[in-house]
């Protein structure tokens, strides 16, 4: 049964590659400019950690940015200048390459015109059509990230107080909740995390009228924001927010690269949760947001203490 459906994949597979002979086009965005779409006319990407005819993006950085691979050479959208290439990855696969600039897609959008990728670890840009690529302008990484996923076992096995956990401390007598809360672990959703959590999926819930302490620690090489702002009434999160944004005074701030701030953390919130409500701690920079990179936090009359919680369904 398995091998009958296996084969019928195989045959499926090559029927398609035969047929998929790639077609590129070139997009006008308002914003960006023109640059070039691939398939489903899905935006294309250029890295700048590339070098001409090489990609340096395998393993975890090719799963989330997806390699234009063909086995024909595409021919360029009529009006659009330069030249279009196939370089050979490790695997012996073919990526078509625009002046010698690898291209891929975006594990994120998911439609045409998406530009999710755009901007992204300021090593990542759309392939515009026309014009050299942008310089690296990344941050040099400093001090010693490590991940931050989730708890490991030793620290899981560790009792905490009801409502603790290695992410909340409680301090029910001062009516006070001090929170932590590690950006950017690189290995997970290619650093658009908090705590290891993408898109809300998780967050904390504080007793309304409680002063809130969040700390942040950079787990990663490019810098995030850390803003408390109203969940988006729409369900539509905006590309960018800037951190007078915050719903709270206090509930706003730039995250340094970890090991760049001057204390033990790299940025701390502090405000009193006066307002009942469902909120976001997320990241304002252009496009982290909508990558995922936002937890939640929800201000509850009836808590009496604060928590880490899943709020997937
Ligand atoms: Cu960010």
Known sequence: MLKFAMVGLLLATSVVAQQARLRLDVREDSKLGAFLTGADGKTLYIFTRDSLGTSNCYDACAENWPPVL???????????????????????????????????YWKRDRKAGDTLGQALNDVWYVAKVGRTAPTATSVEQSGNPSAASGPTAAQSAVKYPPGDSMW??????NRAAVLTVKAGSP?????????????????FVVPQGWRV??????????????????????????????????????????????????????????????????????????????????????????ASVAEWK???N
Do not use: W
């Open 187 to 203: 290995t997970i959703n290619d650093g658009f995390n908090y705590n290891g959590v993408t898109d809300g999926e998780k967050g």
């Open 70 to 104: 063909a086995s024909q050479l595409p021919t360029l959208p009529g009006g659009a200048q330069g030249r279009l290439t196939l370089i050979e990855r490790k695997d012996k696969t073919r990526q078509v390459a625009y002046n010698g600039q690898p291209l891929y």
């Open 213 to 302: 302490v969040i700390n942040f620690r950079n787990m990663g090489d490019t810098f995030h924001t850390a803003i408390v702002v109203d969940a988006p009434k729409s369900g539509e999160l905006k590309d960018q927010y800037p951190v007078t944004a915050a719903a709270f005074p206090g509930a706003g701030k730039r995250v340094l690269v970890h090991g760049q701030g001057t204390g033990e953390f790299d940025a701390t919130l502090d405000f009193v949760a006066n307002k009942p409500g469902v909120y976001l701690i997320l990241c304002g920079r252009l496009n982290h947001a909508l990558n995922g990179q936002y937890v939640r936090l929800v201000v509850d009359p009836n």
């Open 310 to 312: 899943s709020f997937k």
């Open 168 to 173: 909340v401390t409680n301090a029910p007598k």
